[in-house]
């Protein structure tokens, strides 16, 4: 296929230079001596209280709830918090990621003791998925609006992904939050699977307060650093910035329309 050329390019960026207010185009483009965030703005240096406040506000403005924990009193507050969200939430099931923060807390025994079942992000072995998928219920051909049993999507997914998407509640542990925009950074992979913060209907995250940066370019800088080739990235990088909003042509907001539609979020100092 042989390269295209471009018609008229000339007339197109003249008319656009008019309605500027321009009287001719500029022989040379404009100069561009700035890159990324302006140097005032990368100065700005808060304390780690201040970062939490920052964090907290915005956080909340946005309808997310926050608890800030001593780390000594970690695991028996957070757990007491997400039994009361459960209890009031009518949470059953959760999904958590695999990962050494969630583990040391013992979030697990706290969600038991109150009847609630937990699906840690983690491969099923192959004989329990097969038979979990044996043990699905069948269905009426004409239900699902028509779909065959044998071709629903539903069925051709993982037994890890099904268990998921039954859960109400989904516990992560962010690699980032950045206080001025109170967003969470989420690197996944096969341990921490974005289903856990996308299918459930209840976002629950828990992170230390050293984790916690000033503005979005601070975790990208560290997120980056040292790789060089695409397979040293994460799968997938999710900011989750409040719960999920989404609008139609008439401007109607809905709220958890496309993930979670209550947040909550957990700071360790």
Known sequence: MSNGTIQGREAFIANLSSRLGRKAVPAERPAHPFRGAPAFYKEIERTADEKIGLFIENWTALTGKALVVEE??????????????????????????????????GLDA??????????????????????????????NPADRSGI??????????????????????????????????????????????????????????????????????????????GKTLPEQYASSLNLITGPSRSADIENDLTIGIHGPGKVYAVIIK
Request: aromatic share 6%; proline share 3%; with cysteine.
């Open 72 to 105: 000594a009193e970690a695991g028996e507050k957070i757990g007491a918090w997400l039994q009361e969200v459960a209890a009031e939430l009518g949470v059953t099931q959760v999904s958590r990621w695999e990962h050494e923060g969630l583990q040391a807390l």
């Open 110 to 139: 706290a969600l038991a003791a109150k009847g609630i079942a937990v699906v840690p992000w983690r491969e099923i072995p192959q004989g329990e998925d097969e038979a979990a998928a044996a043990a699905e219920p069948s269905s």
């Open 148 to 225: 065959q049993a044998n071709e629903s999507n539903w069925a051709g997914r993982s037994e890890l992904l099904r268990r998921t998407e039954r859960c109400q509640l989904g516990i992560v542990w962010p690699d980032f939050a950045v206080a001025n925009t109170g967003t969470l950074v989420l690197q996944c992979s096969r341990e921490r699977g974005r289903s856990v913060s996308l299918l459930t209907e209840i976002l629950f995250a828990v992170f230390r307060a050293d984790q916690l940066v000033n503005r979005m370019g601070e975790a990208f800088t560290e997120i980056t650093s």
